[in-house]
């Protein structure tokens, strides 16, 4: 392995850098990334960019004394975390803060880019206004727990405090959406700056917003059960009965289906059944166990 920490020997790096596999990855990435940020670096040994940008991401986490911690995952040794999360190329690196990814590039950055990139995740980990970041927390409670108006209301008076707040955006498409009111989630989704219409809570909340207007359409679970019942090779009945099953709040039952289909023609209708799997895991949260199993049980059927 090629050892892109090779100038960091120090005991405090084996605490702020680690390697990771599939083995820990929910453990150091997901899990911890619940208390600090975790900047996650793909990368494998005969990449080149990748023995650039290692070692200046490492530096910067250790200049940073604890505020993020860094995971190396070797992509030769690990290729579903990488399917998983979509990695493409290398070097790709992603950011987690509580379970979820929140940033990320590709490819090699000059430092003083690879510096603005680790100072923002430590601030989206904390360094910014607590008081903001506590106001969320607050209307996250409020949505769980079904007050979905007063949700709203809150989101939208962080945005005013701060409108370029990811999570308060994703909240206020999340809310509108909880009311059934999709226009206004839709307008809500307009509304986001154009340099966060990529960040993970955005893409969460529009993936929402996908799927519940598709529950609007969805047909009665019986009648596709039954058509599918009568023609398993009924690919279409099969993806009309996940939306449907997805609709009545069945996203394991979804999942199975959506699955199956990929088994039958992965290639059906220009690869629906993958694109809604992916519309369905961008949706709930990366540690909920639908998600987990989903992509696992995926990622054995394009690898294998």
């Keep these: 392995m090629l050892e ?60 940073a004394k604890g505020a993020v911690v860094m995971a190396k995952v070797n992509v030769d040794e690990n290729q579903g975390i990488a399917g998983q999360l979509r990695v493409q190329s290398i070097p790709t690196v992603y950011a987690f803060w509580q379970g979820q990814p929140i940033d990320g590039f590709q490819g090699a950055l000059p430092a003083s880019e690879i510096k603005a990139f680790v100072a923002k995740v430590i601030e989206a980990g904390g360094g910014a206004d607590n008081g903001l970041a506590d106001a969320v927390e607050a209307a996250e409670a409020m949505l769980t727990e079904g007050a979905a108006e007063d949700a709203a209301e809150t989101f939208a008076a962080i945005l005013d405090e701060d409108p370029e707040l990811a999570e308060a955006h994703s909240g206020l498409i999340r809310a509108r959406i909880a009311l059934e009111d999709l226009d206004g989630a839709g307008a809500a989704l307009a509304g986001v700056p154009a340099k966060l219409t990529d960040a993970a809570p955005i893409e969460a909340a529009r993936a929402q917003l996908d799927l519940a207007k598709q529950a609007q359409s969805a047909g009665p679970l019986d009648d ?35 699955l199956d289909l990929f088994r039958r023609d992965r290639e059906w209708n220009d690869g629906a059944a993958k694109t809604q799997l992916f519309t369905i895991f961008d949706a709930l949260k990366p540690n909920d166990p639908v998600v987990q199993s989903g992509r696992r049980r995926l990622s054995s059927m394009i690898f294998a």
Excluded: H
């Design 4 to 63: 892109l920490g090779a100038t960091q020997k120090s005991a405090p790096a084996g605490d702020l850098i680690k390697d990771v596999s599939e083995a820990n990855f929910m453990a150091e990435v997901v899990e911890k990334s619940q208390t600090v940020p975790v900047i996650v670096d793909f990368w494998a040994p005969w990449c080149g960019p990748c023995k650039q940008l290692g070692p200046a991401l490492e530096a910067e986490v250790m200049a």
């Design 224 to 258: 596709l059960k039954a058509k599918v019942d009568a023609n398993a090779d009924d690919l279409q009945a099969r993806f009309d009965y996940a939306q449907a099953l997805y609709a009545a709040g069945d996203a394991a039952g979804a999942v199975d289906q959506l």
